[in-house]
């Protein structure tokens, strides 16, 4: 079954430092995702993608969050001055249209800010 | 708002006994409902959903859940445990295109 990449698997940063995290969705889908999982929390929807532009977004998802896809392959999640709030595992996802049900998850990428 | 509850943390059961996961909704309008298991150093992965018609629904690796609407419950089910289902377990719930998900259950299977 294809698969959705995350680099890196961990990743551990300052307090105030920019972290830009990176996932390679599956190559014919078009709708991509951010979640996120706080240690012993649920798993929240950060932001969904389409056609270039974000096509919704959480409470969670404020000035300091941005995502791009930079090329064909790749899209990014940049968080601009970590807190140490951010510290959780994100992970990305995609789909091949808007209302199937079937997300197909990366693996995640623990982000832990001291 | 879409929400749903996975009250256990954890789950414990011998290899070739029943399984239960829990979980319990809370919806306005039709639920949209799903299980996703997680294995070790890997994504969700996709097990089965509940969108309409029979209320028991079966999905992947011998998986099945039943939708109960008075309960506003969705448990996913097995009916003999293997050590290899030992992963960590979430229910979710669709609104539109974002899934909301509960905390996880954490199930272990002994042999």
């Known amino acids: 079954e294809p698969e959705v990449t995350q680099t890196p698997s961990h990743q551990v940063t300052q307090m105030g430092q920019e972290v830009i995290l990176r996932c390679v969705p599956i190559?014919?889908?078009?709708?991509f995702y951010w979640y996120r999982q706080i240690l012993g929390q649920k798993v929240e929807f950060l932001v969904s993608f389409y056609n270039n532009e974000i096509s919704e977004k959480s409470e969670i998802f404020d000035d300091q969050f941005s995502v791009e896809r930079p090329d064909g392959s790749n899209f990014t999640l940049k968080i601009r001055s970590t807190k140490l709030e951010d510290s959780a595992m994100y992970f990305c996802?995609?789909?091949?249209?808007?209302?199937?049900?079937?997300?197909?998850f990366g693996s995640g990428t623990q982000l832990s800010v001291l | 708002a879409q929400s749903v509850a996975q009250p256990e943390d954890q789950v414990n059961v011998a290899e070739g006994n029943p399984l239960t996961v829990k979980c319990t909704y809370s919806v306005s309008g039709n639920p949209y409902l799903f299980w996703y298991v997680q294995y070790p150093n890997r994504g969700l992965q996709f097990l089965l959903k509940?969108?309409?018609?029979?209320?028991l629904v079966k999905g992947s690796y011998g998986f099945e859940a039943e939708f109960n609407k008075s309960q506003t419950s969705f448990h996913l089910k097995k009916p003999s445990a293997l050590v290899s289902d030992s992963a960590l377990y979430f229910c979710?719930?669709?609104?539109?295109?974002?899934?909301?998900f509960g905390s996880g259950t954490k199930l272990n299977v002994k042999p």
């Open positions: 979710a719930v669709r609104d539109f295109n974002k899934f909301y």
């Open positions: 190559s014919n889908h078009l709708y």
């Open positions: 996802a995609s789909s091949e249209i808007q209302h199937n049900e079937k997300l197909f």
């Open positions: 509940y969108i309409t018609g029979d209320n």
